[in-house]
């Protein structure tokens, strides 16, 4: 039976209520100007009911300074977001409306970093990693919260038609493995990115079949296990862990409100103790030993005291016993000691 669209305005619901806001215009007192102007701004608002970004759609994050609508024009952080889907750039802009001024100091959406900078370091959770440095000495390298339940010996990876000869590591969010020869040659596949797990048949006896998700690139992935019975039994520990994890996944993503908090609260405190200037992490020299070095030395050489002094001539040298040597005759109102100390004879800084 065909299906028939009947079109009846008046029985819809929209219809009621577009009837009911009319109404409202002239009992609320609103003039007709700005009720048309509050039902474009709900129209517009009706755009975005439900807005859902996922993170890995997230292309860049940060803040900016915007001005409220509002005839104080009070300035105040919104949350930037730039998302990308399919070749598509999404551009949103968030702000705190609710007019609390703690809220304003600190952003509500100060989580949204803190979480965002989790996900890009737990990737291995989520995300199919070729050829990563996940394996080190022949050992897994474990994430926070995963746990080794079985490490499979003589796994042969079909991907090539010699085989490459590994190892498989099955542990409660991902399968991992490895080349013997080679253990930078590796896959790590989370659960998260297996659309199917089955045994079947191929040109080298029965082998185990993993395909990713669209998400993990759409990969066909063989790996035989000898005997047939351990494959039998790796078969049903994969299923029975990837039917658990998708019941239960675990993203790698752990965060709490009240810790970001007092991290937060830390930081600003240190922050703000390091702004400020200690006395103590500083040395005041005494600027009056500037005026200590010797004058008199400067005075003498001015005068011509080391050469030719117009009234008195050359005077020829004389033995000092002070300083063992022949020097010239020091003039009137110098004396040895006065020469001879060109710096001060102290040098110390004021506690």
């Not at 005997?227 to 049903?236: D, M």
Request: glycine share 8%; proline share 3%.
């Amino acid at each position: 039976m065909d299906a028939v669209f009947k079109f009846d305005p008046l029985s819809a619901g929209g219809t009621a209520i577009f009837i009911a806001a009319i109404i409202s215009i002239f009992i609320l007192g609103v003039g007709i100007k700005k009720g048309i102007g509050v039902f474009a701004e709900t129209l517009i608002s009706l755009k975005w009911p439900i807005l859902s970004i996922g993170y890995a759609r997230i292309g860049n994050t940060n803040t900016r300074v915007v001005h409220m609508h509002s005839k104080a024009r009070i300035a105040s952080q919104a949350l930037y977001i730039l998302a990308v889907s399919n070749e598509t750039r999404f551009e949103f802009l968030f702000t705190d409306v609710s007019g609390e001024t703690s809220r304003r100091d600190q952003p509500i959406f100060a989580s949204v970093f803190d979480v965002y900078h989790l996900y890009q370091r737990t990737y291995l959770y989520r995300d199919l990693k070729l050829r990563g440095a996940i394996v080190q000495a022949g050992q897994l390298v474990i994430l926070p919260d995963e746990e080794v339940f079985s490490h499979v010996q003589g796994v042969w990876n079909l991907s090539s038609d010699q085989g490459n000869l590994g190892s498989f590591v099955v542990t409660n969010i991902r399968l991992v493995w490895f080349a013997d020869a080679n253990e930078t040659f590796n896959i790590s596949l989370p659960y998260l990115q297996i659309e199917s797990l089955r045994v079947r048949e191929s040109k080298y006896g029965p082998a185990l079949v993993i395909q990713t998700a669209e998400t993990g690139g759409g990969y066909v992935l063989g790996f035989r296990v000898d005997p047939a019975e351990r494959l039998n039994e790796l078969f049903k520990e994969l299923s029975s862990l990837h039917t658990v994890y998708g019941e239960h996944p675990n993203f790698g993503i752990q965060y709490n409100a009240n810790d970001a908090r007092r991290r937060l609260e830390a930081a600003s405190e240190e922050a703000a103790q390091a702004s400020q200037i200690k006395v103590d992490n500083f040395e005041e020299l005494d600027e009056r030993q500037e005026r200590e070095i010797n004058t008199k030395l400067n005075s003498y050489l001015a005068e011509g005291c080391l050469g030719k002094v117009p009234s008195q001539g050359e005077r020829a040298p004389v033995y000092c016993k002070e300083l063992g040597f022949a020097m010239e005759p020091i003039g009137d109102g110098y004396k040895l000691q006065d020469l001879w100390n060109v710096m001060p004879t102290k040098m110390e800084t004021m506690e």
